[in-house]
């Protein structure tokens, strides 16, 4: 795939780590539900992040590139969902990863950064809002906007990131989450 990217396109220098999944599985649960759970979650989320970023790498050295890793607002805090163990841990390792690469690659002129997504309205979550609508209150009264998130919200973060005006920002998420986190 790197390869191909390379040839169709050129040298990669924007990477968007956008890749996710979540079950809302308790950890207790059926033993083999949890624990396969947890490692395809952890598999996508957080290694994901690193394999591809991985891959791009030698690209990204040479385009001095960037790299915007999706984080969510459950990295930083576990929100109002339950039974979100593991996809709470994936976020937070996204977060880790985004830093641990910002200060091992800026030396190459690699910026590494997050955003990081409060409820937004998408296909990944549509269910459990759907099945959870006072857990959907919860979370939109604690949100200083009053409303969810769509995928656009998403848009102008990563574009800022993605751009010249953010050459000096590595290592940070940038919060679209409505202004959950203020309050």
Same mark, same amino acid.
């Given at each position: 795939?790197? +390869?191909?990217?390379?040839?169709?396109l050129g040298?990669?220098?924007?990477?968007?780590n &956008?890749?996710?999944?979540?079950?809302?599985?308790?950890?207790?649960?059926?033993?083999?539900?949890?624990?396969?759970?947890?490692?395809?979650?952890?598999?996508?989320?957080?290694?994901g %992040?690193f394999?591809?970023?991985?891959?791009f !790498?030698s $690209? !990204?050295?040479?385009?001095?590139?960037?790299?915007i @890793?999706?984080?969510?607002? $459950? +990295?930083f805090?576990?929100?109002?969902?339950?039974?979100?163990?593991?996809?709470?841990? +994936?976020?937070?390792?996204?977060l880790? !990863? *985004?830093?641990?690469f910002?200060?091992?690659l800026?030396?190459h /002129?690699?910026? %590494?950064?997050?955003? /990081?997504?409060?409820l937004?309205? *998408?296909?990944? @979550?549509?269910?459990?809002?759907?099945? &959870?609508?006072?857990? %959907?209150k $919860?979370?939109l009264?604690?949100?200083p906007l009053?409303?969810?998130?769509?995928?656009i919200?998403?848009? /102008?973060?990563?574009i800022? !990131?993605?751009?010249?005006?953010?050459?000096?920002? *590595?290592?940070?998420?940038i919060?679209?989450?409505?202004?959950?986190r203020?309050?």
């Open positions: 795939m790197v +390869s191909e990217v390379k040839e169709k040298v990669a220098s924007i990477l968007v &956008n890749a996710g999944i979540n079950r809302r599985t308790p950890v207790t649960g059926d033993k083999a539900t949890v624990v396969k759970d947890w490692d395809d979650i952890l598999e996508v989320n957080i290694k %992040v394999n591809v970023t991985h891959a !790498l $690209q !990204l050295i040479e385009s001095k590139g960037r790299v @890793n999706i984080g969510s607002i $459950q +990295s805090v576990h929100v109002a969902w339950p039974n979100s163990a593991a996809y709470t841990t +994936s976020k937070h390792g996204v880790g !990863l *985004t830093r641990s910002a200060a091992e800026g030396s /002129g690699i910026r %590494v950064n997050a955003i /990081g997504p409060g937004i309205e *998408t296909p990944l @979550n549509k269910t459990a809002r759907d099945a &959870n609508p006072g857990m %959907v $919860q979370v009264d604690h949100t009053g409303r969810a998130g769509k995928p919200d998403i848009a /102008g973060p990563a800022f !990131l993605a751009s010249d005006l953010s050459a000096y920002v *590595t290592g940070g998420i919060m679209a989450d409505g202004g959950f203020t309050i």
